[in-house]
């Protein structure tokens, strides 16, 4: 069965950095576009970076130039390093991938790690 797990959040002050990983596990035939989302209390999940299979980024607007994702696909994880933190940055972060497996083709989601950046 495909899980994808999550690690790295916490409790930042502003201005600081934390980098989030997420690691795909399971039977997988390939693993296409993965990514990242948050949802902050009373706001709909949103997107925060993708990256595709050949690399290729895309970030929301609100944190272009701030954070970065980047994947291993020798080890099917997916990072994301998040540096000038804002307090508006607070939300629980969700990793997606696109992942073909003996299911097919489906969307998984990790169970989400918290981040808060607070003084």
């Known amino acids: 069965q495909v899980q994808l797990v999550e690690s790295g959040g916490g409790l930042v002050q502003p201005g600081g950095s934390l980098r989030l990983s997420c690691a795909a596990s399971?039977?997988?035939?390939?693993?296409?576009?993965m990514g990242w989302y948050r949802q902050a209390p009373g706001r709909q999940r949103e997107l925060v970076a993708t990256?595709?299979?050949?690399?290729?980024?895309n970030y929301a607007d609100s944190v272009k130039g701030r954070f970065t994702i980047s994947r291993d696909n020798a080890k099917n994880t997916v990072l994301l390093q998040m540096s000038s933190l804002k307090p508006e940055d607070t939300a629980v972060f969700y990793c997606?991938?696109?992942?073909?497996?003996?299911?097919?083709?489906?969307?998984?989601w990790g169970q989400g790690t918290q981040v808060t950046v607070s003084s």
């Open positions: 997606n991938a696109k992942i073909w497996s003996v299911d097919g083709v489906r969307d998984y």
């Open positions: 399971g039977v997988m035939f390939s693993i296409n576009a």
């Open positions: 990256i595709t299979s050949s690399s290729t980024t």
